[in-house]
Nanobody
Framework: QVQLVESGGGLVQAGGSLRLSCAAS????????MGWYRQAPGKERELVATITSGGRTVYADSVKGRSTISRDYVKNTVSLQMNILKPEDTAVYYCYAYLMTYGSIRYSDYWGQGTQVTVSS
């Protein structure tokens, strides 16, 4: 079993900052990519940022320049620092990991439960 547990969501005023964290645990053999998606009411889930095992990062245009994703390869954690938050950043943020479990020969996607981020204007 694999668990991804997020923390750090909450209510923040526009222009403020927030740091999301996610810890992956369980029968994990290796992790390729980790990152964050978000889903606002009435919208599809979208990529926010991702970081590969090699440290390559990808950001959505909407958060580029305002956000930084980082990863601890030993602790299997990923964090997202978000600055200059806007009301349109309001969404449920989901942590994900593309990983391989012990006994498996392929990678699969795993998701956290989600954490609410609300940005007030």
């Amino acid at each position: 079993q694999v668990q991804l547990v997020e923390s750090g969501g909450g209510l923040v005023q526009a222009g403020g900052s927030l740091r999301l964290s996610c810890a992956a645990s369980g029968s994990i053999s290796r992790i390729n990519a980790m990152g964050w998606y978000r889903q606002a009411p009435g919208k599809e889930r979208e990529l926010v940022a991702t970081i590969t095992s090699g440290g390559r990062t990808v950001y959505a245009d909407s958060v580029k320049g305002r956000s930084t994703i980082s990863r601890d390869y030993v602790k299997n954690t990923v964090s997202l620092q978000m600055n200059i938050l806007k009301p349109e950043d309001t969404a449920v943020y989901y942590c994900y990991a593309y990983l391989m479990t012990y006994g498996s020969i392929r990678y699969s996607d795993y998701w956290g439960q989600g954490t609410q981020v609300t940005v007030s204007s």
